[in-house]
């Protein structure tokens, strides 16, 4: 399975931008790049995924290396609700339709008031 | 409306007991998960069920039988409970592939065996 490297924890400040990024150096040609995220006592939920190119939503941007070996998680103006685990997650690709997540430690990110 | 729902939310257990968790999705998804997080909250897959049929089973002992009546349950029964068993059970489902679908959590199941 191709794994992923995310630091193990990070700080911002609220109300500014953070960027937690994600090191996936041995990611295949059609594995999609995953972010999850799980708030204390929650379930994970789902926050963007991208396969090459730069991806936008309401909750968060994932900027994706040119070579795929890296991506970036941005949250754009983080609040107090965003602290949470966050996970980099690349599909299974031998799972075949199956969607298995394999999920890594995640990066543990601390909102400061 | 509840997305995916599971009972109990928290099971509290002994030694050698045989309990079951319930899970139910109202989205209409063919796909359904059982992830457990330990207490080093490493979340790991069990199981998934692609329209009542079981497709991953992962090294799993085989105390643990998950049970799909219909596409939308997903039952997680374990024989013979154990110390080690002791976790946060979460169901997931998601329609089709999941290189482009999400998957949705439930809340969780906190088993504790004493």
């Known amino acids: 399975d191709a794994k992923t490297t995310q630091p193990n924890s990070m700080e911002s400040n609220e109300e500014e931008p953070v960027h937690l990024p994600c090191n996936h150096s041995?990611?295949?040609?059609?594995?999609?790049i995953h972010w999850y995220r799980q708030l204390p006592s929650q379930g994970p939920e789902y926050v963007i995924h991208?396969?090459?190119s730069n991806v936008n939503n309401r909750m968060a941007s994932l900027a994706i290396a040119e070579d795929r070996k890296s991506s970036t998680l941005i949250l754009h103006r983080a609040t107090l609700r965003d602290a949470a685990v966050y996970y980099c997650?690349?599909?299974?690709?031998?799972?075949?339709?199956?969607?298995?997540?394999?999920f890594g430690q995640g990066t543990t990110l601390q909102v400061k008031p | 409306d509840t997305a995916v729902s599971q009972t109990p939310k928290y099971l509290v257990t002994q030694m050698g007991n045989d309990k079951s968790i319930k899970c139910e999705q109202n989205?209409?998804?063919?796909?359904m998960y059982w992830y457990k997080q330990d207490s080093k909250k490493f979340l790991k897959i069990m199981f998934s069920?692609?329209?009542?049929?079981?497709?991953i089973n992962e090294t799993v002992p085989n105390r643990f039988s998950p049970k799909s009546p219909d596409k939308a349950h997903l039952n997680l029964h374990i024989n013979s409970l154990e110390l080690g068993d002791s976790a946060v059970y979460f169901c997931?489902?998601?329609?089709?592939?999941?290189?482009?679908?999400?998957?949705?959590f439930g809340p969780g199941t906190r088993l504790t065996v004493l």
């Open positions: 997931a489902s998601s329609q089709g592939d999941t290189r482009h679908n999400e998957q949705f």
């Open positions: 041995t990611i295949s040609g059609t594995d999609y």
């Open positions: 991208g396969l090459t």
């Open positions: 997650i690349l599909r299974d690709v031998s799972s075949g339709n199956t969607g298995k997540l394999i």
């Open positions: 989205l209409g998804h063919d796909t």
């Open positions: 069920y692609n329209n009542k049929e079981l497709i």
